[in-house]
Each structure stands twice: as structure tokens, then as C-alpha cells.
């Protein structure tokens, strides 16, 4: 699986959208790009994926470059609940591939 | 509400004293996986089934057994615990499409394991 390149951490102030960037140069075509994050030390929770098409859900939007090397997941209105890290992952869809977790992106929602 | 649930959530042990930590889900799933968590290391795979009777090992098995009896159900045994093995563990599952895992894994909160 390709890997992922994601800042340390990042501030966003509340209210305002969080845009968390990854890169994933080596990407495959048949790759999609996931996003789960983690509130402390909580179990992780899966956020949204995503193959080359923009999706949104109830969550957050994913955002994918055209040549998919790169993409941006959305908080629209961050609060303080989603302080948390964000974990951006690459894995060939609907397969038996395990997801490899890097170190991800802590993301600091402040007041 | 659908959850994955595990059992203990902390846990003080000695080295060489077995325990068990089980893990529950109610949703049907037929992938279940276990996961160690250390500071500078991610989230790592100890074993993963795919359904009743059928596990495999993941990346760091060593150290670890685990069951898949009945398909809410897949605990995760430590016969003998040593130090090394001080951890925070995660249980999860997901669906199977196509006889594959979708790769949308729902977390149980974790088991905070202390051998001393």
C-alpha cells in the first residue's frame, strides 16, 4: 500500500472549517484514500473514503486531486469536540489488505 | 446502539499470569481484529478473522492467541504476559463485501493492559 504524508498538527479555530491535507504521491489506481481520526485515547472512528470522486457525508467532505496524489479532508464547522487526530490512510478497496496506521495529523480546535 | 464492546477496559497484571480480554459486537460483522497501540507506533494488527474458525496472524502476533467461536465474539488471549506487552488494545470490526473487508473498521473504546 502507498503511504501518506500528513502535517504533525494544525490549529483551527472554532466555527471555522478545518482543511486537513495529505499526500499520497504513490498512490495506485485501485487505492482509495481513508480518513478515521481518534479523541484522545478513544477507539478510532472511521470518518469517510473515498476512490477519485469528491464525497460528503453527514461528517466531513473528501476532497481528491485529479491526479490523486494528494486530497483534503473538511470539517465545515469545526468545534471543540473535534480535537482529535487524523489519521489519512491508503488501501486497495474491498480488499484483504490491512489499513497501516501512521502517525496522523493532531488537529487542535480552538475557542 | 450498534457498538463494539470490550472487556476489561484497564487492566494491572503480572508477568506470567494469563488473562483474557474478550471482545463483543453487535452488528453482524464478520471481520473482527485486534490492534496494539504505542506512543510512536501507530496502530499495529495482532490477529484478524474473517469469520467463524478462520484467524491470521497480522504484524505482531507473537505473544498473543485468539478464538473465533461464535461470530459477535473474539477474544484476545495472553497466556503468558510480559512487560513488553503493556499496551492499549483495540478491538474492531467491519462488514465483508465480496468476501473482502470494506475497510470501514468500527473501534471498541480500548483496553488499557499494565504487566509488571
Known amino acids: 500500500d502507498a503511504k501518506t504524508t500528513q502535517p504533525t498538527s494544525m490549529d483551527c479555530a472554532e466555527g471555522r472549517a478545518a482543511n486537513l491535507p495529505c499526500n499520497h504521491s504513490?498512490?495506485?489506481?485501485?487505492?482509495?484514500v481513508y480518513w478515521y481520526r481518534q479523541i484522545h485515547s478513544q477507539g478510532p472512528q472511521y470518518i469517510i473514503h473515498g476512490l477519485k470522486n469528491n464525497e460528503t457525508n453527514e461528517m466531513a467532505s473528501l476532497i481528491i486531486t485529479e491526479d490523486r496524489k494528494s486530497s483534503t479532508l473538511i470539517l465545515p464547522h469545526a468545534t471543540l469536540r473535534d480535537t482529535a487526530v487524523y489519521y489519512c490512510i491508503v488501501r486497495v478497496g474491498n480488499s484483504n489488505y490491512q489499513l497501516i496506521w501512521g502517525a496522523g495529523t493532531k488537529l487542535i480546535i480552538k475557542p | 446502539e450498534a457498538q463494539v464492546t470490550q472487556n476489561p477496559r484497564y487492566l494491572i497484571t503480572v508477568t506470567g499470569k494469563k488473562l483474557t480480554v474478550t471482545c463483543s459486537q453487535n452488528?453482524?460483522?464478520?471481520?473482527m481484529s485486534w490492534y496494539r497501540q504505542d506512543p510512536g507506533l501507530g496502530l499495529r494488527q495482532i490477529y484478524y478473522s474473517m469469520n467463524v474458525e478462520v484467524t491470521d496472524k497480522g504484524d505482531v502476533p507473537e505473544g498473543y492467541k485468539v478464538s473465533r467461536k461464535e461470530k459477535r465474539n473474539f477474544p484476545l488471549i495472553l497466556e503468558s504476559p510480559s512487560p513488553n506487552q503493556t499496551s492499549l488494545y483495540f478491538c474492531?470490526?467491519?462488514?465483508?463485501?465480496?468476501?473482502?473487508?470494506?475497510?470501514?473498521?468500527?473501534f471498541g473504546e480500548g483496553s488499557r493492559l499494565t504487566v509488571l
Open positions: 452488528m453482524n460483522h464478520e471481520y
Open positions: 504513490t498512490i495506485s489506481g485501485n487505492e482509495y
Open positions: 474492531a470490526s467491519s462488514l465483508l463485501s465480496g468476501g473482502a473487508n470494506t475497510g470501514e473498521l468500527f
